[in-house]
């Protein structure tokens, strides 16, 4: 069985820092490349930032560009999503998705909520 499940969110204050990770089983990791999605209420879902299978090549959207490093462990099946100067604006529910490179089979994991305050 394929699971993605974040953990890190929760609230913090405007200028503050989170750490999100997104833990992967049932998939060989290096097939898959990773992204961070956000949805804010009433608004649609939106990436965030991705990061390769292979080279680790990253994006970023240009709202949390400078601020938001994507990275990923394979040895131990998770990306992390450092958050830093975190801005109310930035407040949403953060989901990870996985899509293998060959097959392109995709699963999101359930969400984490991060709430920044000002």
């Known amino acids: 069985e394929v699971q993605l499940v974040e953990s890190g969110g929760g609230l913090v204050q405007a200028g503050g820092s989170l750490r999100l990770s997104c833990a992967a089983s049932?998939?060989?990791?290096?097939?898959?490349?990773i992204g961070w999605f956000r949805q804010a209420p009433g608004k649609e879902r939106e990436v965030v930032s991705s990061?390769?299978?292979?080279?680790?090549?990253?994006y970023y959207a240009d709202s949390v560009k400078g601020r938001f490093t994507i990275s990923r462990d394979s040895a131990k099946k998770t990306v992390y999503l450092d958050m830093n100067s975190l801005k109310p604006e930035d407040t949403a529910v953060y989901y990870c998705?996985?899509?293998?490179?060959?097959?392109?089979?995709?699963?999101w994991g359930q969400g984490t909520q991060v709430t920044v305050s000002s």
């Open positions: 998705d996985a899509t293998d490179i060959w097959t392109k089979d995709n699963y």
């Open positions: 049932g998939i060989t990791f290096d097939y898959y490349g």
């Open positions: 990061i390769s299978e292979s080279d680790g090549t990253s």
